[in-house]
């Protein structure tokens, strides 16, 4: 068996060589390349765009405006990830999705926007053009706070829709008003989660090519989701998706932001055809900063109401996420936030109404966490608080609330975003926080060592944070099994690495399932071309539903191949057994035909050995469709010490507490689990995406955007449950955003815990250290 077995990742062997091929390593015969003229201002008008001295530049083959391309190409569809019809009849919601154009034409929205696009023999050659376009503006003023956003009079991003709320939904349980009149103890604070975004090693990029003999295009993209790209491309350019294949080659990172499909992967394909020749966009980090999507920017009031014993007995919210100028994907991460906002806790009443603000910023779309973070600070700030006016342990307030492992399956109340019930299938969330505990050595020591250091002058904090997370969404995931002439396992799928490993666990699966090596199996990703329909690696999602999906098609697969062995070998398929890359009589050694036999017996022909009717070949697809997610969590537990002269925060220790299931290779999902801690930590302490009161970006470049550096990570010491889901044929869970979930709020309960004698509440992320100076000071002068 290899599941469980932590083997080398097979995919670094070729990039530690440097033989990875990137978008940007991508060179293909006659190949020119595009430019974009970006907007310098955050809201205007635009009056005219004058493309003529750009067009007389050397080397220009093309120069387009947003108006001239609007006559050609429609606008991106509303909403790349429509919300099922089971969750639109059970949750009240209001959605005005806008249709962004792929070239803004009547105004720009955010500063970064692209308003023109250059072709040109070179890169250099694009740039340059690019400066020669003419933008005519008209200034209008802009909205960069979404509350601000959302009240009467404010500066309308999209007139059309007469208002900047371009969504809204309410999601009840049990009666949260008359809890909340009831409670003997209320709390109420305001909660912001900051903007920041995905920060991959690799920037986005497409290249397109267009065979004119057979009117295909070609798309290669640095994506996380090409059947997508395949179907948002074929219906802008209104062609067949057969007349469309995307490709994804080594990609460097996506956490989220490679998730959905640009303007730019629509519109390459189109210069391409029209230029006759293949074209390339390579993203620089400063467009990455401009105009890839941000994430989380969250606004919550949130209410929590509890007895005298820290029972949670209501939560109310009431939360506004700003979208920024566009909405690619609708609700789904702002929901996402609603409906993890109960976290692993008994909670009988809830009430959470969320807004979707419209304002003068690059898009909001998922960053790993997906909106879990936003839901988990709220939460678990909101416990940290009761207990705090309770004068109880945060670690005892949050076991008396969890949900106990005799009480699992349990449903919580309320949809969740595929429109089925919130069920948590599995697991232990009172064992996650007492195994957290026990790593840093206990409560009782902890604070025996945190009184010590008071008495130093030495302030250290402690810090709990649990969540949960639906993993694992549907709609489908597919996998194509083959056995190939030489006996070896072909396996194809939908899903779309970035750096997790796939070819690894999916190897590993496959190998299990044919009692072969992993090295016997070949692993095919990120090619429209390679199966028919995918959906993407997305969401905590790929490891749950391939591993199923190739599992369902190995076992349709096996009584075809055991159905013919029996012909060959005459014999009952019953007495068959698999052997390591065979199949044999059980019971007698030498009865056997290897796979490579069987798949030449297979074949079509007049020496076929199949029996009658069985089809030919040796190949099966299946497209696993989850019933709905299953439920990961953890609690983490973090240390601090805080320099009360400096504001600095140092993390002193670091532990998950986690369980993602059955653990197909666990070294790499310590792998996944520390670099979303980094990730998390990065959010916390250092990452912020700012703006001025004009829209003016001012972040953008990695000077300004202070990225986590390896002093500021401390060892991350992590510790496994292995509670199996029932709900997928390997009993796995999601595992890819789980670790960068609780750590801005673990890391603000712990300041918060170490600076408790000044009584300083942190309810807003990031905690820099010239911000706690600045509510240290306050204090002291009260």
Known sequence: MFVGKSLPRREDARLLRGEGQYLADLQLPAMVHVAFVRSPVAHARIRSVDTASAKRSPGVLLALGGAELEQALPPVRDNQLPLPAKWRAAIAHRILNPRQPLLAVDKARHVGEAVAVVVAESQLAAEDAAELVSVDYEDLPAIVDPLAALTEGSPLVHERLKTNEIGWFRVQKGDAAQAFERAPHRIQRRFVHHRYAAMPMECRGVAAAYDRRTDLYTIWSSTQVV???????????????????????DVGGGFGVKGHVYPEDMLLPFLAKLCGRPVRWVETRREHLLCSCHSRDQVHDAEIAFDADGRILALRDRFTVDCGAWNPLGVAVVYNTAAHLPGPYRIAHLDIEARVAATNKVPNAPYRGAGRPEAAQATERLIDLMAAKLRLEPAEVRRRNMVRADEMPYALGIPYRDGEPVVYDSGDYPGALAKALDAIGGIESFRRRQREARAEGRYLGLGLASYTEGTGVGPFEGATVRIDGSGKIYVSSGAAAQGQGMETIFAQIGADAWNVTPEDVTVALGDSS?????????????????SAAIRHASDKLRDKA??????????????????????????????????????????????????????????????????????????????VEVDVETGRVKIERYVVA??????????????????????????????AIAYDADGQLLTGTLMDYAM?????????????????????????????EGGAISPPVALANAVCDALSDFGIELNSTPIHPERLLRDLLREKRK
């Open 227 to 249: 059947h997508w790209v395949r179907r948002e491309t074929a219906t802008t350019l209104g062609v067949p998706e057969s007349h469309v294949r995307c490709i994804a080659l």
């Open 530 to 546: 390679a199966i028919a329909m995918g959906f993407g690696t997305i969401a905590s999602r790929s490891t749950v539903n391939v």
């Open 562 to 639: 055991f159905a013919i062995a029996g012909n060959m070998l005459e014999c009952a398929v019953a007495d068959l057994e698999l052997r390591k890359s065979a199949i044999g009589i059980a019971g007698v050694p030498g009865a056997q035909v290897t796979l490579a036999q069987l798949a030449q017996a297979a074949r079509p022909g007049w020496d076929h050995r199949r029996p009658e009717g069985i089809q030919a070949g040796l190949e099966e697809t299946y497209y696993f469709e989850p019933p709905t997610v299953t439920w990961a969590y953890a609690t983490h537990a973090a240390i």
């Open 658 to 687: 986690h369980d993602c299931g059955v653990l197909v290779n666990p070294m790499l999902a310590e792998g996944q689990i520390v670099g979303g801690v980094v990730q998390g930590i990065g959010g916390a302490l250092a990452e």
């Open 708 to 736: 986590p550096v390896a002093t500021d990570v401390p060892s991350i010491e992590l510790v496994h449950q292995e509670i199996p889901s029932p709900l997928n044929p390997l009993g796995v869970k999601g595992l890819g």
